[in-house]
């Protein structure tokens, strides 16, 4: 039989860290003489902070040369870490945790693939780290999503072919991720945005322990 192996998208699924880059951004942004909004911050999902910073300066119409772009990447991160800091398991999506249980019992392996270089940390304050077998997050890739590469490299440590992978994630550059590795795509969130996942539900909660069995055979 072949093994099934899940990896889990950290932000917006396994827990919302999204409104804590949301406020580290605004404050930049403001800092920077401009507003920065919820609607604006919906291009940032699923996107490296490099790249969350192009987009950003590109809203604000600033310029920067290379050492200052450096200095307010540094200065966003250590304002989502100061934001961070007082995270605990309180802050974990409804039902994630059963669902880890589940699957922990099942004996199912499971990795974390997650732009967030901060994965490991989070993870540690929720209480979630023991769970997953491996991590992926940041620090080990070179490339953003909608590339594979997270996902790939996930599946490789977990000794496990890109087709008997599932994932879980809640951005469309995850989801094309998740396709473009050839695995099973779940989507969390809403369904009209997540139109390329192979299936959608809006959380946790909607997932029943028959649809996981199945999602095994």
């Not at 772009?69 to 250590?78: A, G, H, I, P, T």
């Not at 669902?99 to 392996?109: E, N, S």
Request: with cysteine; charged share 30%; glycine share 6%.
């Amino acid at each position: 039989m072949n093994t099934t192996a899940i990896i889990f998208d950290l932000d917006g699924v396994i827990v919302d860290t999204a409104k804590y880059h949301y406020l580290a951004w605004k404050k930049l942004a403001n800092t920077l003489g401009f507003e920065f909004t919820k609607e604006q911050n919906e291009l940032f999902k699923g996107v490296s902070r490099k790249r969350c910073l192009e987009i950003l300066l590109d809203i604000g119409k600033v310029e920067a040369s290379q050492e200052q772009f450096d200095l307010w990447m540094v200065e966003k991160n250590e304002d989502y870490l100061a934001y961070i800091k007082d995270m605990d398991a309180s802050e974990i999506l409804p039902d994630v945790q059963k669902t880890l249980d589940y699957l922990k019992g099942k004996k199912v392996p499971l990795a974390l693939g997650s732009a967030s270089k901060n994965a490991k940390p989070i993870l540690e304050k929720v209480d979630l780290l023991p769970y997953f077998k491996v991590i992926v997050d940041g620090t080990n890739v070179t490339k953003a999503k909608p590339d594979p590469e997270v996902f790939l490299i996930a599946a490789q440590k977990l000794n496990a072919k890109p087709e008997n992978c599932i994932v879980f994630e809640d951005a469309v550059a995850g989801i094309e991720a998740a396709k473009a590795a050839g695995m099973t795509s779940i989507g969390i969130g809403d369904s009209k945005t997540l139109t390329n996942a192979d299936y959608v539900f809006k959380d946790f909660t909607e997932i029943s322990k028959e649809f996981l069995e199945g999602l095994m055979q």
